[in-house]
């Protein structure tokens, strides 16, 4: 399957600072990438999809300018968690479609923790 | 928002012994995948299924799109330690730019 890379895995940041994850995916144009957040034992919450060159579109409930999402070109998209708090702490995943099928391919996914 | 019906829930297995999951949706799907996710990593693609009634095969894992296109189920043959993991079923919403909506995942043990 196709190979998509998030950095880092694991970041612990000072409440009020701001972490930037980065989601590339490393042998496919993705034209749609999509951002997630996990909580321990669920599911996964979809948050935004962005299309490259686009602005990013957000799910009900979440907040645009608090997740800053960039997919400036077809491999790279990056999520900038603004001003963190400790409610952020959690498990963001990022996922990568390319232009043929509607399989989503995933990278390991980042755990942020708000100190 | 949206989520299809998955289960069960977790299951609690010895090892060899078969597997079988499903997801089941009001809506008709194109498309339906499975990914495991272990602990600490992004999901894995396991199976793709792309036509109604379709049965693939992934090592010991099957997979079958149902003919209703409602609903697929998951079967882990002759199970073994490292199957252990969250499995989930997602399916692309029609005609939105392959937005997934989710199950809530089964939750694989597997005692040795």
């Known amino acids: 399957g196709a190979v998509v890379s998030q950095h880092p895995s694991r970041v612990i940041c000072k409440s009020g600072t701001s972490v930037k994850i980065e989601c590339r995916s490393l042998?496919?144009?993705?034209?749609?990438m999509f951002w997630y957040r996990q909580f321990p034992k669920q599911s996964l919450m979809l948050m935004a999809t962005s299309n490259e060159g686009s602005k990013a579109t957000y799910e009900q409930g979440v907040e645009k300018d608090k997740f800053l999402i960039n997919h400036a070109s077809l491999t790279l998209s990056t999520l900038t968690v603004t001003s963190a708090h400790p409610e952020d702490s959690s498990f963001y995943i990022c996922?990568?479609?390319?232009?043929?099928?509607?399989?989503?391919?995933f990278g390991q996914g980042t755990r942020l923790t708000v100190v | 928002g949206q989520q299809l019906n998955q289960s069960p829930q977790s299951m609690f297995i010895q090892e060899g012994e078969d597997v079988s999951m499903n997801c089941t949706s009001s809506?008709?799907?194109?498309?339906w995948l499975w990914y495991k996710q272990e602990p600490g990593e992004g999901p894995v693609l396991l199976i793709a299924l792309y036509k109604a009634g379709e049965l693939t095969s992934n090592g010991r894992l099957t997979a079958q799109f149902g003919i209703t296109r409602k609903d697929s189920f998951l079967n882990i043959s002759a199970s073994i330690p490292s199957d252990v993991g969250i499995y989930f079923c997602?399916?692309?919403?029609?005609?939105?730019?392959?937005?997934?909506?989710w199950g809530l995942g089964t939750s694989l043990a597997v005692n040795p």
């Open positions: 042998d496919f144009q993705a034209t749609t």
């Open positions: 996922s990568a479609t390319g232009t043929v099928n509607t399989e989503a391919f």
């Open positions: 997602a399916g692309p919403l029609m005609g939105n730019n392959r937005k997934l909506i």
């Open positions: 809506s008709i799907f194109n498309t």
